[in-house]
């Protein structure tokens, strides 16, 4: 079975633009979460979609929105971008929402805002 | 806020030793998860341990949880330059699928 997959891998933007990035969890997944990773505030929980509804955010302005489509597909989306927007984002996927279930990660996109 | 505090932040150790993190929650919890990262990719899930669990294994791999005194520790026994890498535990958030994450154990296992 084909793990989780994130597009791009690479990202670099400039400070107010906007960037979307996409995530298509394991096949039968329908939860995906979306964390952030600097090297400063460690990792950090985004949001979670689950059959197409957004169920918990987290504390993060509200530049920072996503989306699930019906095939549990997600994107996230950044809109004018700040130096420290800059991190490793990562989706992770489990079959169910809640915190009894195994999360399994993608390999992340590694934006750099400049 | 980190709900879970890994210890040490780093470790170094020879091939074939045995590594062991530890790490520390506040609240009530109903399972602590371990991920594993390599040089900033994504996370791989180690091992689940359930709040009526004391102990796990996987492969190399020992876990062990202590509700009462809110900690868990991960040992890897006869370590590989391959396990080098950060270790996270993970602690359920406050609602829905969202893990708290410690600040992660960078192990170094040289050859």
């Known amino acids: 079975k084909a793990g989780v997959t994130q597009t791009p891998r690479y990202l670099i933007k400039t400070r107010g633009q906007q960037v979307t990035l996409s995530c298509s969890p394991i096949?039968?997944?329908?939860?995906v979460s979306w964390y952030q990773q600097t090297p400063g505030q460690g990792l950090q929980f985004l949001f979670e979609y689950f059959s197409e509804t957004q169920r918990n955010k987290g504390n993060f302005p509200g530049r920072f929105s996503g989306r699930q489509f019906s095939n549990s597909r997600s994107e996230m989306n950044v809109s004018t971008l700040e130096l420290g927007d800059s991190a490793l984002y990562l989706c992770a996927s489990s079959l169910w929402p809640g915190t009894q279930e195994t999360q399994y990660f993608g390999p992340g996109t590694r934006l750099l805002v400049l | 806020s980190q709900q879970g505090e890994e210890d040490p932040q780093a470790l170094s150790i020879q091939e074939g030793e045995n590594a062991t993190m530890n790490c520390s929650y506040k609240t009530s919890i109903n399972n602590l998860q371990w991920y594993r990262q390599n040089s900033g990719r994504g996370l791989v899930h180690l091992i689940l341990i359930r709040s009526n669990e004391r102990e796990k294994h996987s492969g190399r791999l020992r876990v062990t949880l202590d509700t009462s005194k809110k900690s868990s520790s991960l040992l890897i026994t006869a370590s590989r330059a391959a396990d080098t890498a950060s270790y996270f535990c993970?602690?359920?958030?406050?609602?829905?699928?969202?893990?708290?994450f410690g600040g992660g154990t960078r192990l170094m296992v040289k050859p």
């Open positions: 096949s039968g997944h329908r939860s």
């Open positions: 993970a602690t359920p958030g406050d609602a829905g699928n969202m893990l708290t």
